[in-house]
């Protein structure tokens, strides 16, 4: 029963979704793509480590590096939060995270100990090589800020921060393109701030108040599940112009990079939430 409801509402999605968008050939192609998504076969390389950096470098003066020292291998075993990190487990749940995701936007997705059954597959195979992930640990800069009266107040708070980089390598095996497809993307995780500016009407004084939920290493793994699902996300849209870029002809083709939402069956236009392409 909850089978056949599940199977009822995918059907319902996808006909609100070409309801929505047949006056546009470029979104009806768009949503072809979405039916057709369970035809395509990704296989998904991973890497086997974690480049990491502290970008502290405030800690040299403290720490009594000097320029004949290793300093960058000083600074990450002084890292807060990089040094301990298992590398294996953050690798392993941004790739669960990943591979979910791409599953459940429809894509037949193999990992590296499917090769053989991938190489059986002749036809709508793609290869994902997640060529490098690198972690670094710096201070960022966050400003709280409100107008109260007409006036301007600000708090800043320097946080501890985590930017996750990584490198996708992303090809279509159908062609004969050799061309290596090399794409970046970058999501930063801080300590979280909780603040408020008080008012006191009867002195005219402002008082700022804050809690700070620090950063904490564990919070890493649960943020690198994260970054996959949104990453798979970014991947399957990729896909998706591509093939928009490929069918339609370019007098007829928009400007348009358009994302597609899974739960609401819906297209929106990108901003900043995709790969950045990089040049050879």
């Given at each position: 029963?909850?089978?056949?409801?599940?199977?009822?509402?995918?059907?319902?999605?996808?006909?609100?979704?070409?309801?929505?968008?047949?006056?546009?050939?470029?979104?009806?192609?768009?949503?072809?793509?979405?039916?057709?998504?369970?035809?395509?076969?990704?296989?998904?390389?991973?890497?086997?480590?974690?480049?990491?950096?502290?970008?502290?470098?405030?800690?040299?003066?403290?720490?009594?590096?000097?320029?004949?020292?290793?300093?960058?291998?000083?600074?990450?075993?002084?890292?807060?939060?990089?040094?301990?990190?298992?590398?294996?487990?953050?690798?392993?749940?941004?790739?669960?995270?990943?591979?979910?995701?791409?599953?459940?936007?429809?894509?037949?997705?193999?990992?590296?100990?499917?090769?053989?059954?991938?190489?059986?597959?002749?036809?709508?195979?793609?290869?994902?090589?997640?060529?490098?992930?690198?972690?670094?640990?710096?201070?960022?800069?966050?400003?709280?800020?409100?107008?109260?009266?007409?006036?301007?107040?600000?708090?800043?708070?320097?946080?501890?921060?985590?930017?996750?980089?990584?490198?996708?390598?992303?090809?279509?095996?159908?062609?004969?393109?050799?061309?290596?497809?090399?794409?970046?993307?970058?999501?930063?995780?801080?300590?979280?701030?909780?603040?408020?500016?008080?008012?006191?009407?009867?002195?005219?004084?402002?008082?700022?108040?804050?809690?700070?939920?620090?950063?904490?290493?564990?919070?890493?793994?649960?943020?690198?599940?994260?970054?996959?699902?949104?990453?798979?996300?970014?991947?399957?849209?990729?896909?998706?112009?591509?093939?928009?870029?490929?069918?339609?002809?370019?007098?007829?083709?928009?400007?348009?990079?358009?994302?597609?939402?899974?739960?609401?069956?819906?297209?929106?236009?990108?901003?900043?939430?995709?790969?950045?392409?990089l040049d050879e």
């Open positions: 029963m909850k089978l056949k409801v599940v199977f009822i509402n995918t059907i319902v999605g996808v006909m609100l979704l070409f309801a929505m968008i047949s006056c546009s050939p470029e979104k009806k192609l768009a949503a072809d793509f979405v039916a057709k998504a369970n035809t395509k076969n990704i296989l998904v390389l991973t890497p086997e480590y974690l480049f990491k950096a502290n970008l502290k470098t405030y800690l040299i003066d403290s720490l009594g590096i000097t320029k004949s020292q290793n300093q960058d291998s000083i600074l990450l075993l002084n890292s807060d939060f990089l040094n301990d990190l298992n590398d294996s487990l953050f690798i392993a749940n941004y790739i669960l995270g990943y591979t979910k995701q791409l599953s459940r936007f429809g894509f037949k997705v193999f990992t590296q100990s499917q090769v053989e059954d991938f190489m059986l597959k002749d036809s709508n195979t793609f290869q994902v090589n997640i060529a490098q992930i690198e972690l670094e640990e710096t201070l960022y800069t966050f400003r709280d800020e409100e107008m109260i009266y007409d006036t301007y107040f600000y708090h800043d708070h320097n946080l501890n921060a985590v930017y996750v980089n990584s490198w996708f390598e992303i090809n279509n095996l159908d062609t004969d393109n050799n061309k290596q497809n090399v794409y970046f993307t970058s999501d930063m995780i801080t300590d979280i701030v909780d603040g408020m500016f008080d008012y006191d009407i009867f002195s005219s004084q402002i008082r700022y108040m804050y809690n700070i939920d620090s950063l904490k290493q564990d919070v890493l793994y649960a943020f690198a599940y994260h970054v996959g699902t949104t990453y798979a996300g970014y991947t399957f849209d990729l896909l998706l112009n591509n093939k928009l870029d490929q069918d339609i002809d370019t007098t007829a083709r928009s400007s348009n990079y358009w994302r597609y939402d899974p739960i609401d069956h819906t297209f929106f236009i990108a901003t900043d939430d995709k790969f950045i392409v």
